[in-house]
């Protein structure tokens, strides 16, 4: 089992940043691909960020293409989501997501789920 844990999301005003982490524990050898969803109120859940194990590849959803950026420190158990001129539309929870397949964008494939943080991103 992976255990996940974000933290880091808040109430911020429109253009500000925030950088959401979120630290995994348990069976974290062999590697695993990582993830940020988010789900807004009212919403579906979708697709944000995805990362390989090794970091060399990253995917954006085009909503945040440009602004958002996604990294990782496997030493630490780490991954981090940098975001940046938020917007109000940003509003959501987010949460983490690793499955031990291949980089995905569809949540179904993802093993692990974090509780979740929310951020709120006020005009």
């Known amino acids: 089992q992976v255990q996940l844990v974000e933290s880091g999301g808040g109430l911020v005003q429109a253009g500000a940043s925030l950088r959401l982490s979120c630290a995994a524990s348990?069976?974290?050898?062999?590697?695993?691909?990582m993830g940020w969803f988010r789900q807004a109120p009212g919403k579906e859940r979708t697709f944000v960020a995805a990362i390989t194990w090794s970091g060399g590849e990253a995917v954006y959803a085009d909503s945040v293409k440009g602004r958002f950026t996604i990294s990782r420190d496997n030493a630490k158990n780490i991954m981090f989501l940098q975001m940046n001129s938020l917007k109000p539309e940003d509003t959501a929870d987010y949460f983490c997501?690793?499955?031990?397949?291949?980089?995905?964008?569809?949540?179904?494939?993802?093993?692990?789920w974090g509780q979740g943080t929310q951020v709120t991103v006020s005009s």
């Open positions: 997501a690793a499955n031990r397949g291949l980089i995905s964008t569809r949540g179904r494939n993802y093993e692990y």
């Open positions: 348990g069976r974290t050898n062999g590697g695993f691909q």
